[in-house]
Every structure is written in C-alpha cells, then in structure tokens.
C-alpha cells in the first residue's frame, strides 16, 4: 500500500452535494454560477487537476487545490477479453484497489462497476466474497471507475451496472448517489432504466429503493429458490427468509410498476434439479419478473461446477412455460476472470 499523502486529508469534489460546493464558494466569495463549472469539469469531463479548469480564475484554482481533492484513480493493470470487453484493476489514494469492467457491443457500452472493496456477504461461488470486505467506496469513487472507462475506450457510456465486487445495499447512501450523478444531465447523463443495481436480497434495502423517485432496474441474486439451498449458498442474507422476499419483490413491483429480475446462476448438482426448478416457477409464476439464468463461470479452487447448457434451456423452457420470462445471460469477459462472481481485487 502506498503511504498517504495530504491530498487524502482534503475532501473530495466528486463527494460533495451540490449544497456543500455552493456553500464552499460562497466561503470563499465566489459566485454561484462557478459550482456548475467546476461540476462539468469534474463530472462531464473528468478533471485530474484544478489547473486543468481554464474557465475558472487562477486565485480560484488555487483556492480550491488547498481546500479540495479531486481523487481519481490509478490503473493498476488492464486485461482484455476476446469480446472486446476490459477488466481493469483500479487504486485510490489511500492504496485500496478494485475492479471495474467496460462491456462493448455494437453501439453500447456498459460499465459493470464496484460498490465495495472486496466483500462480506460470503456466496459460496462469488470470487469476491472469499477475499472479505476490506471498505465501502464512496460515490466519487463508484463515479471514478466508470469515468475510467469511458476515458479508455473513448466513447460514451449507455450504461452502468452496479454488479461489481461488493454488496450495493449494504452501502445505499453512496451507491444512490454515484447513481444519481451517472444519470444526472450534467454527469454521464445516463437514462435510470439504464442504471442496475444488483443485491443479494437485503429486504429493508429493496423496500427503501423502491420508495426512491427514479426509475433505477433493480436485479436480485436469487440463486435457489429453496430456503436450505439459498442459506447454503448464500450465508450473508440467511436472514432475510425467501417468504420475505417474496413479499418484498411484490410489493416493490406494485409500487413501481417495474420489472425486476431474479439472477440465478445454475450451478451442477446443487441448483438445477427437477426440484429446484420445480420451487424456482412456483417462486416466480404469476408475478411480475425476468429470470436472468447464468451459467456458473469458473472460480480457481471453487467446489462448484456449471450446468449444462442443455440444462440452461430446459429452465428457460419450463419457466416459460408457466408465464414467467426468462433468457440465458451471455457471460462477457469469462477468459480474463471478467464475468459475474470472478472479481476480485487482483488481477491473474
């Protein structure tokens, strides 16, 4: 870990609300209209330096270098898939580090972007969990990784997936704001459908979310839909029952009209029985969802194996055939350790 150096100690422009800039610039007997400006260089275009804001006058830029960071990251190293996709390993100023990923197609690109160092939710397959959870990041720092992205691939980014390393619910406060500013006009300007956040199933959490004003996608880790096998795989929400869940997912669709999905990576033997997929349809029939089916990508030293892609289509045949949608997700990046539950915070 690198030592820290003052910067560390000076709050971040990329943390700050827009009250607190405002508040900052009348402190320091500016007008208003500078917070805008110094907004879009730091969330338009990604400022690494205050000397790098022309607009603003050099007593300003000066002022501000004393007063404020404007973070950024470190790319530590860089691997890229035979799909075009990239998996970046990223430092902040105080030495913690994560990993980011850019997903190209045609005329998108995706960001699957971290909202902790490491983990502590502990999924039994998840590459993540079995390194624990160093930190919570901020929402400067969820905004840096996909500002790195979008910088290296020099293109604009149509969305953001927050199905990183790390648990987005169990730190709300900043993923909503990192989501806020990518989908704010003058940030990335991200459509909210376009904005996915994933969580393992923290029940409080989805019921706040769906409270919230925009139209953000919700996806949940689901993974069985029987209660011995789900605490089995997933210990960190052992808690939150799958009745519980149940309710919660109905309720959020009834208050927000908006589909979620249920992510459930089929692992062989342990998830993708007769029965199993007998309790998933009963779990889903009749509401409002989409069944994102992955097939279990490979974790150096894990227990578990992936199903058959002939066992892939038969959940997708059975599931619609009770009503429920369901697809078979195409895992990028699975040659570089890029796909779900592969990250880490390290690279090879």
Not at 277 to 302: E, P, W
Not at 327 to 335: F, K, M, P, V
Request: proline content about 3%; some cysteine.
């Amino acid at each position: 870990m690198q030592p820290q150096d003052d910067s560390t100690k000076r709050q971040s422009i990329l943390d700050m609300s827009e009250h607190e800039l405002a508040d900052l610039l009348a402190e320091l007997g500016q007008p208003a209209f500078r917070a805008k400006q110094i907004r879009s260089w730091v969330w338009e275009k990604g400022a690494t330096s205050f000397d790098q804001m022309t607009n603003l006058p050099k007593s300003l830029r000066e002022q501000l270098a004393q007063r404020c960071d404007l973070g950024g990251v470190t790319e530590v190293a860089r691997q890229e898939s035979a799909d075009g996709s990239r998996k970046y390993l990223v430092r902040y100023g105080d030495g913690t580090a994560v990993e980011c990923v850019g997903m190209p197609t045609k005329s998108r690109l995706t960001v699957c972007a971290s909202t902790q160092a490491g983990c502590g939710m502990q999924c039994a397959f998840c590459a993540t969990g079995a390194s624990g959870l160093t930190r919570s990041l901020t929402a400067g720092e969820i905004y840096q990784q996909v500002l790195h992205v979008r910088d290296d691939f020099d293109a604009r980014i149509t969305g953001v997936v927050m199905m990183g390393q790390g648990e987005p619910f169990a730190n709300y406060e900043q993923t909503l704001a990192a989501l806020r500013r990518l989908n704010d006009p003058n940030g990335m300007g991200i459509g909210a459908r376009h904005l996915t956040v994933s969580t393992c199933g923290i029940i409080p959490m989805i019921t706040r979310f769906s409270k919230e004003p925009e139209q953000f996608t919700l996806a949940v880790s689901l993974h069985s839909a029987v209660q011995r096998t789900r605490d089995a795989l997933m210990p960190g929400v052992k808690r939150y029952s799958l009745l519980r869940l149940y309710d919660a997912m109905g309720e959020y669709a009834n208050r927000t009209g908006r589909r979620p999905t249920y992510e459930y990576a089929l692992i062989k033997g342990v998830n993708d029985t007769d029965e199993e997929l007998a309790y998933l349809c009963d779990f889903c029939r009749n509401t409002l969802c989409h069944v994102n089916l992955i097939q279990l990508n490979d974790v150096s030293g894990s227990r578990f194996q992936p199903s058959s892609p002939e066992r892939a289509n038969t959940f997708v045949r059975r599931l619609t055939s009770v009503g429920v949608e369901a697809t078979i997700r195409n895992s990028r990046g699975a040659d570089i350790d890029a796909a779900c539950g592969q990250l880490r915070q390290r690279l090879g």
